[in-house]
T-cell receptor, first 113, second 112 residues
Framework: DAMVIQNPRYQVTQFGKPVTLSCSQTLNHNVMYWYQQKSSQAPKLLFHYYDKDFNNEADTPDNFQSRRPNTSFCFLDIRSPGLGDAAMYLC????????????FGPGTRLTVT | GEDVEQSLFLSVREGDSSVINCTYTDSSSTYLYWYKQEPGAGLQLLTYIFSNMDMKQDQRLTVLLNKKDKHLSLRIADTQTGDSAIYFCAAGSASGNTPLVFGKGTRLSVIA
């Protein structure tokens, strides 16, 4: 039944140690998003893919990268995590022409020690 | 660009109705959404309304849209303790391929 799947649900990494979060979807949606959400705040968009086209938000740090090898999968790479990168990372998907279908995954809680 | 505002907190008694309010600035936003987030979880799409509608009802949820005032509300009838969560209002375009703009979320506390 799961439509947007994120792995792992909890990730602990050390300061400066690269980490990759993954997202997969079974909806065949052509748009995928990565959001960062810190405690008691709204989700903040990092970047999104419209099909294969990558769209980076202007204030997304260079430390954050993304890959989308195919329609179903999208990865978030944090090259050198800092303490300030500890947050919930949310993946979402949508489909062109169907704006009423914008779904989120359960999130990955990242802890940086 | 679009800006979405919500009040941050709401507390209601179990069995009462809850009304969560939201305002937005961009009149070209064509879809407006309500998401629910429980502690430690992702965002769950509760309902949405298209901008040419005034009202949408879905079981205990009623969404009202005043397009002239750019005001959206979510009413939860017979509020239960399981409704305690953060509720996010979001605005989006008709294309479905652009990011949503979220409000800061309203934390709903239900008192038994």
């Amino acid at each position: 039944d799961a439509m947007v799947i994120q792995n792992p649900r909890y990730q602990v990494t050390q300061f400066g140690k690269p980490v990759t979060l993954s997202c997969s979807q079974t909806l065949n949606h052509n748009v995928m998003y990565w959001y960062q959400q810190k405690s008691s705040q709204a989700p903040k968009l990092l970047f999104h893919y419209y099909d294969k086209d990558f769209n980076n938000e202007a204030d997304t740090p260079d430390n954050f990268q993304s890959r989308r090898p195919n329609t179903s999968f999208c990865f978030l790479d944090i090259r050198s995590p800092g303490l300030g990168d500890a947050a919930m990372y949310l993946c979402a998907t949508s489909k062109s022409g169907r704006p009423y279908e914008q779904y989120f995954g359960p999130g990955t809680r990242l802890t940086v020690t | 660009g679009e800006d979405v505002e919500q009040s941050l907190f709401l507390s209601v008694r179990e069995g009462d109705s809850s009304v969560i309010n939201c305002t937005y600035t961009d009149s070209s936003s064509t879809y407006l959404y309500w998401y629910k987030q429980e502690p430690g979880a992702g965002l769950q799409l509760l309902t949405y309304i298209f901008s040419n509608m005034d009202m949408k009802q879905d079981q205990r949820l009623t969404v009202l849209l005043n397009k002239k005032d750019k005001h959206l509300s979510l009413r939860i009838a017979d509020t239960q303790t399981g409704d305690s969560a953060i509720y996010f209002c979001a605005a989006g375009s008709a294309s479905g391929n652009t990011p949503l703009v979220f409000g800061k979320g309203t934390r709903l506390s239900v008192i038994a």
